[in-house]
């Protein structure tokens, strides 16, 4: 039996009832003018790719993130969460970078980006309710920007298409929190199609829906959440980040996406560093695996991705150098156990493994992950299916 690691699964229609609704009343009163939602990913394959130009193919997620909305007069943005004790913020609608802190400064970073590209964004109340497991590498904190960027979007008539609203939740991160992501997490949440996953070029910013259903071919795509926490704020992300933007300095091209696999050979022969070669070689192959598993995808092959899962692991751990100790070990454990590939699942040091599992050997794969993790001292893993959901809409 599959343990679920989320409450409340899934972003349907909400009730005037609902907990988001409800709270918004007990804490503004009144009714909101909307509820919107906004699903956090796993993303199948294509890591640290989107800030190098490159391909990813993430998924959204049953879970996600509920802003119940409403403008209101003066020069304030009032928000509250129901992750989190104690009473409504307070920000000030002009507050800039640095200026806000924790949770609120997702929501105020939506509202300072969009208000630097000029639009008309005025004050707010918010209430927000999410079950995106915090911590995990699932982008709970895209689908917080995404559903507040969505919000806003109709509560202003901005008239903003997707691709410019996850540009502008980036710029939140990257500008106002000082995360230094790409934009493939926000483009997941945003712009992914149920039963489908997101094959994006994250330099033209092109998109294709890749139908993906492995229930159909009796199969189980897992999400373990290692329960190891992840951080990336505290700097590993962005040394990687401007260890890959050196590297394009020193060789002369415009990303790393540029370099063909077959071409890295001599492109790594020209780099005296040998921790740039390694981040080098790991961009370059990865993006060649995600072209991979798109095309299985497209032939039908799912059982074909496997190897190339395991193999985006492998790089991660041994040429990026993102893995933890629960990483490797679920990964070692489910593949020994009968997966057909793992690997971990976002940015890394902490957070998830997805693994492509056949029906029959999920319970053995669970089973295996428990009892290495239980060897290691470390905490239960959680884990649950993962099926391809809606992107960003609204709801009420």
């Given at each position: 039996?599959?343990?679920?690691?989320?409450?409340?699964?899934?972003?349907?229609?909400?009730?005037?009832?609902?907990?988001?609704?409800?709270?918004?009343?007990?804490?503004?009163?009144?009714?909101?003018?909307?509820?919107?939602?906004?699903?956090?990913?796993?993303?199948?394959?294509?890591?640290?790719?989107?800030?190098?130009?490159?391909?990813v193919?993430?998924?959204?997620?049953?879970?996600?993130?509920?802003?119940?909305?409403?403008?209101?007069?003066?020069?304030?943005?009032?928000?509250?969460?129901?992750?989190?004790?104690?009473?409504?913020?307070?920000?000030?609608?002009?507050?800039?970078?640095?200026?806000?802190?924790g949770?609120?400064?997702?929501?105020?970073?939506?509202?300072?980006?969009?208000?630097e590209?000029?639009?008309?964004?005025?004050?707010?109340?918010?209430?927000?309710?999410?079950?995106?497991?915090?911590?995990?590498?699932?982008?709970?904190?895209?689908?917080?920007?995404?559903?507040?960027?969505?919000?806003l979007?109709?509560?202003?008539?901005?008239?903003?298409?997707?691709?410019?609203?996850?540009?502008?939740?980036?710029?939140?991160?990257?500008?106002?929190?000082?995360?230094?992501?790409?934009?493939m997490d926000?483009?997941?949440?945003?712009?992914?199609?149920?039963?489908?996953?997101?094959?994006l070029?994250?330099?033209?910013?092109?998109?294709?829906?890749?139908?993906?259903?492995?229930?159909?071919?009796?199969?189980?795509?897992?999400?373990?959440?290692?329960?190891?926490?992840?951080?990336?704020?505290?700097?590993?992300?962005?040394?990687?980040?401007?260890?890959?933007?050196?590297?394009?300095?020193?060789?002369?091209?415009?990303?790393?996406?540029?370099?063909?696999?077959?071409?890295?050979?001599?492109?790594?022969?020209?780099?005296?560093?040998?921790?740039?070669?390694?981040r080098?070689?790991?961009?370059?192959?990865?993006?060649?695996?995600?072209?991979?598993?798109?095309?299985?995808?497209?032939?039908?092959?799912?059982d074909?991705?496997?190897?190339?899962?395991?193999?985006?692991?492998?790089?991660?751990?041994?040429?990026?150098?993102?893995?933890?100790?629960?990483?490797?070990?679920?990964?070692?454990?489910?593949?020994?156990?009968?997966?057909?590939?793992?690997?971990m699942?976002?940015?890394?040091?902490?957070?998830?493994?997805?693994?492509?599992?056949p029906?029959?050997?999920?319970?053995?794969?669970?089973?295996?992950?428990?009892?290495?993790?239980?060897?290691?001292?470390?905490?239960?893993?959680?884990a649950?299916?993962?099926?391809?959901?809606?992107?960003?809409?609204?709801?009420?």
């Amino acid at each position: 039996m599959i343990h679920e690691s989320a409450v409340r699964p899934g972003l349907g229609a909400v009730s005037p009832a609902s907990p988001v609704s409800t709270a918004f009343a007990e804490t503004f009163g009144g009714e909101p003018e909307g509820v919107w939602c906004a699903p956090g990913r796993v993303n199948v394959i294509g890591e640290h790719t989107d800030y190098n130009d490159g391909f990813v193919l993430p998924m959204a997620l049953p879970h996600g993130v509920r802003v119940a909305a409403r403008r209101a007069s003066g020069a304030l943005v009032r928000v509250r969460s129901l992750q989190e004790p104690g009473a409504d913020v307070s920000v000030r609608l002009g507050a800039g970078p640095r200026e806000v802190t924790g949770w609120p400064a997702y929501v105020a970073g939506v509202v300072w980006s969009l208000r630097e590209a000029g639009h008309d964004v005025g004050g707010l109340e918010l209430v927000v309710d999410g079950d995106v497991p915090a911590g995990a590498g699932l982008s709970s904190s895209a689908a917080l920007e995404c559903a507040v960027a969505s919000a806003l979007n109709d509560l202003f008539a901005l008239g903003m298409e997707r691709a410019d609203l996850a540009l502008s939740a980036q710029r939140a991160e990257n500008d106002f929190v000082g995360m230094p992501c790409g934009v493939m997490d926000q483009m997941a949440s945003i712009a992914c199609q149920e039963g489908h996953l997101l094959f994006l070029d994250t330099r033209s910013m092109a998109t294709e829906h890749v139908p993906f259903d492995p229930s159909a071919h009796g199969r189980t795509l897992l999400v373990i959440d290692t329960r190891a926490p992840h951080r990336l704020v505290d700097g590993e992300y962005a040394r990687r980040r401007a260890a890959c933007e050196a590297a394009v300095a020193a060789l002369g091209v415009r990303a790393l996406r540029d370099i063909a696999v077959e071409d890295l050979p001599s492109v790594l022969s020209r780099m005296d560093s040998e921790e740039q070669r390694r981040r080098v070689r790991h961009v370059v192959t990865e993006n060649a695996r995600v072209t991979e598993v798109v095309a299985r995808l497209r032939e039908g092959d799912l059982d074909g991705t496997g190897p190339a899962l395991t193999a985006s692991h492998v790089s991660l751990r041994d040429d990026y150098e993102v893995t933890v100790g629960e990483l490797d070990t679920a990964v070692e454990a489910a593949l020994g156990a009968g997966a057909l590939g793992a690997r971990m699942t976002g940015g890394g040091f902490g957070g998830c493994v997805v693994s492509l599992v056949p029906d029959d050997r999920v319970d053995a794969v669970l089973d295996a992950v428990r009892t290495a993790f239980a060897a290691e001292g470390y905490a239960e893993p959680r884990a649950f299916a993962a099926t391809p959901s809606a992107g960003a809409h609204r709801v009420r």
